[in-house]
T-cell receptor
Framework: GDSVTQMEGPVTLSEEAFLTINCTYT??????LFWYVQYPGEGLQLLLK?????DKGSNKGFEATYRKETTSFHLEKGSVQVSDSAVYFC???????????FGKGTHLIIQP | KAGVTQTPRYLIKTRGQQVTLSCSPI?????VSWYQQTPGQGLQFLFE???????NKGNFPGRFSGRQFSNSRSEMNVSTLELGDSALYLC??????????????FGPGTRLTVL
């Protein structure tokens, strides 16, 4: 069945550091890929998405490229801020399973 | 435009009881999906309703059920509560459903604690 694998962390970085959170997936068909962010006490917010191979999703300085050959959708940001501290979820839909299939989430902590 | 709202935000129940959670989608959205979030299992898809019909269902026992009303509001019911049902229950709405590139908009969740 469909699955998403990502590092769980916590990942601790200093402000202005470069961020990479790895995400790989297994799915049948041609899934769409998403990154969601969850701040403490809140629901999920869509950060960015990509719907086909080689698409790049971007938002608020975050980027991720849909790599079909490596089944990956790694999240990157050039310079993180304290306000980026949150849990980040990689997810897919449109594979073999119903609904969104999520990774376990990566807890990101940015220190000033 | 108002976002997805869920009520109540917090709930405490005891084993064996039943509980009903409510979700109001974004105006105009016809699809409502429910997810369970736990530290051990992460986020898992429960079911999706579209135009008052259950369209998809995840791998959960029959104790978990739901329905959708003509105004697209949805309720989720869990009967005979177990300790393992303690979780954050998230509702998401979208225009067309959970497949493909359709964006899901999530509510803040209902935190259920079973004692």
């Amino acid at each position: 069945g469909d699955s998403v694998t990502q590092m769980e962390g916590p990942v601790t970085l200093s402000e202005e550091a470069f961020l990479t959170i790895n995400c790989t997936y297994t799915a049948t068909g041609y899934p769409s890929l998403f990154w969601y962010v969850q701040y403490p006490g809140e629901g999920l917010q869509l950060l960015l998405k990509a719907t086909k191979a080689d698409d790049k999703g971007s938002n608020k300085g975050f980027e991720a490229t849909y790599r079909k050959e490596t089944t990956s959708f790694h999240l990157e940001k050039g310079s993180v801020q304290v306000s980026d501290s949150a849990v980040y979820f990689c997810a897919l839909s449109g594979g073999g399973a119903d609904g969104l299939t999520f990774g376990k989430g990566t807890h990101l902590i940015i220190q000033p | 435009k108002a976002g997805v709202t869920q009520t109540p935000r917090y709930l405490i129940k005891t084993r064996g009881q039943q509980v009903t959670l409510s979700c109001s989608p974004i105006s105009g959205h016809r699809s409502v999906s429910w997810y369970q979030q736990t530290p051990g299992q992460g986020l898992q898809f429960l079911f999706e309703y579209f135009s008052e019909t259950q369209r998809n269902k995840g791998n959960f026992p029959g104790r978990f059920s739901g329905r959708q009303f003509s105004n697209s509001r949805s309720e989720m019911n869990v009967s005979t509560l177990e300790l393992g049902d303690s979780a954050l229950y998230l509702c998401a709405s979208s225009l067309y459903g959970t497949s493909g590139y359709n964006e899901q908009f999530f509510g803040p969740g209902t935190r259920l604690t079973v004692l």
